[in-house]
């Protein structure tokens, strides 16, 4: 057994100085710290709790449930209209999307797979710091975060606003421009489980854009266990602020049961469902179950009385499913007529204008 730790720390030095990091040993290396993080997120065996996110005067509701390696989270705003976003369930280990909302016109939805994200833009994780950008779409565990491909990473101890942190510096290769990088440094504090309590992230080193997000407050679930409940996050344009957000927790409930129901993803009755997964377009009876099931048709959304009576005619696809080249075509037009409009409009105060002069 003492051979297979000494093992392991020597790799993990190995690996660290591979890859230029600054190891400062014992439980503060790379790979101990993921696991003292992980051990942390562990003790959260289940979370159900509304979680809302204030961004001027637009607001999301996300109400996400969690069991064991199961989750659910229902997707809420009023960026538009009070209404559905969707939901999200696990499923084989990917998360399986529900689309009802506004995205969709009433009585059509939409199943797809994110692939296997359980952490997906639904989850609360990345917002308030207990999950860790892979890139800039999808936040991950901090095993998967540090074993990723990197320009750099380092850990250091610093001591910051009266606190013993951790720093961990990872510089990752822009997705579309390999010269370029997003910059992440993570604060994490022994004394609440290394969970990490703050997040800078710069494109380039540059330290007039960037981003902070720091958790604003924890709430110890029961001795020695602790959540995090509120994270503020500042946005940062030619080193002044640009734009502010909240995010925080309501009627959250960590460690108690949750009845398994809740994770079945429900679709609603009587709606024509297009679903990606399976590759097929169905409407849902009167219990949500599908019925006369027809091959999916690319970029359309067959109408509910085509799927009950046999072939017949398509409603207008939404305008988001079109192809570019229709979209396009649709705002040539509008530019056009606009532009004719404001032509015309000139023209008409010149020739008053000339009138008025004789």
Known sequence: ???????????????????????????DSLEDLAALHGAAVARWESIDGNFEMIEGQHRFVLHYQKSGNRFRCD????????????????????TIRLQTGPTYKKGQALINASGNDPYFRCNPAEQL??????????????????????????????????????????SLPHIQFPEMSYDFEYYLDPSINYLARKVIIRINQREDDRTEREVTEFREISPG?????????????KSKPESTSEFRTINLRVNEPIDESAFNL????????????????????????PIDSKALIPGKMVSSSAIMSGPGTAEPTPYHQRP?????????????????????????FFIRRARRAY
């Not at 491909?149 to 250091?156: A, E, G, N, Q």
């Not at 429900?266 to 179950?289: F, M």
């Open 1 to 27: 057994m003492f051979m297979m730790l000494g093992d392991s720390v020597m790799w993990g030095i190995a690996l660290n100085l591979l890859v230029g990091a600054v190891s400062i040993g014992g439980p």
């Open 75 to 94: 997707e809420h705003s009023n960026l538009f209209l009070p209404d559905d976003l969707g939901s999200g369930v696990s499923r084989d280990g990917k």
């Open 129 to 170: 710091l207990f999950g860790f950008l892979r890139h800039p779409e999808h936040a991950v565990n901090m095993s998967e975060f540090i074993t990723q491909p990197t320009k750099s990473r380092s850990i250091s101890k610093i001591r910051q606003d009266g606190r013993d942190l951790i720093q961990l510096s990872v």
């Open 225 to 237: 266990v602790f959540f995090p409940t509120r994270s503020k996050t500042v946005h940062y344009s």
């Open 266 to 289: 429900t679709i609603p009755p009587g709606v024509v469902v297009r679903d990606e997964i399976l590759g097929r377009q169905y409407k849902t009876d009167a219990n949500g179950q």
């Open 324 to 348: 570019a080249s229709e979209q396009a075509g649709s705002v040539f037009w509008i530019i056009l007529g606009l532009t004719v409009l404001g032509l015309a409009t000139v023209v008409y």
